[in-house]
Nanobody, 111 residues
Framework: QVQLVESGGDLVQPGGSLRLSCEAS????????MYWHRQAPGKQREWVAV???????VYADSVKGRFTVSRDNAKNTAYLQMDSLKPEDTAVYYC?????WGQGTQVTVSS
């Protein structure tokens, strides 16, 4: 019954940065992986990254070297730091933990 609330999406120019936040309620945050996905209009939802408690994060090839996941257990919050953003990163971004999804936050990369 974890609930996830996302924030941080915005309009940004190519090459810019954004940090998405995903705040979780419930007891399982500290012991479960947090997944990040994105979905552009007309396309399937795409896996982006995953952070695990005490583990090495894993990233999709499309975002390696540009995106960084982190988590603050004291705040029950996970973060997706996005740097060197490209227009093709434009999508609604979702966090997911224990099969529950955040509401999504829109990221638009455009000049």
């Amino acid at each position: 019954q974890v609930q996830l609330v996302e924030s941080g999406g915005d309009l940004v120019q190519p090459g810019g940065s954004l940090r998405l936040s995903c705040e979780a309620s419930g007891s399982a945050f500290r012991s479960n992986a947090m997944y990040w996905h994105r979905q552009a209009p007309g396309k399937q939802r795409e896996w982006v990254a995953v952070s695990t408690p005490g583990g090495i994060p894993v990233y999709a090839d499309s975002v390696k070297g540009r995106f960084t996941v982190s988590r603050d257990n004291a705040k029950n919050t996970a973060y997706l730091q996005m740097d060197s953003l490209k227009p093709e990163d434009t999508a609604v971004y979702y966090c997911m933990c224990r099969g529950e999804w955040g509401q999504g936050t829109q990221v638009t990369v455009s000049s």
